[in-house]
């Protein structure tokens, strides 16, 4: 009987979470920090990005998803902007 590999569903079913938890995140820091909060996601991506790197098996390759999610939401908090501009979403009170 062949064993069963359960980590490709385990890390599929991690990325697929990691990457919801990381929109609705995007969106909230564009409304209360505006696109300037760039750089939070920046060094968050680093940390992970070196996390990988000492980290072994699925917690390496989880570390390397979450650095990645990091500095795609990066370009994904300046289309927030542009999204709101559109009214897309709404625009937090007092922001020029």
């Not at 564009?30 to 760039?38: I, L, P, Q, S, V």
């Amino acid at each position: 009987m062949a064993d069963i590999n359960f980590e490709g569903i385990i890390i599929g079913l991690a990325t697929f979470l990691t990457i919801g938890i990381f929109h609705p995140i995007v969106i909230k820091a564009e409304y209360h920090f505006g696109k300037g909060c760039w750089w939070a996601f920046f060094i968050a991506g680093i940390v992970f990005l070196v996390l990988s790197l000492f980290a072994d098996g699925i917690w390496s390759i989880m570390a390397g998803v979450v650095a990645f999610s990091s500095f795609w939401s990066i370009l994904e908090l300046f289309q927030q902007e542009k999204r709101v501009q559109k009214g897309w979403f709404p625009k937090k009170p007092g922001r020029k």
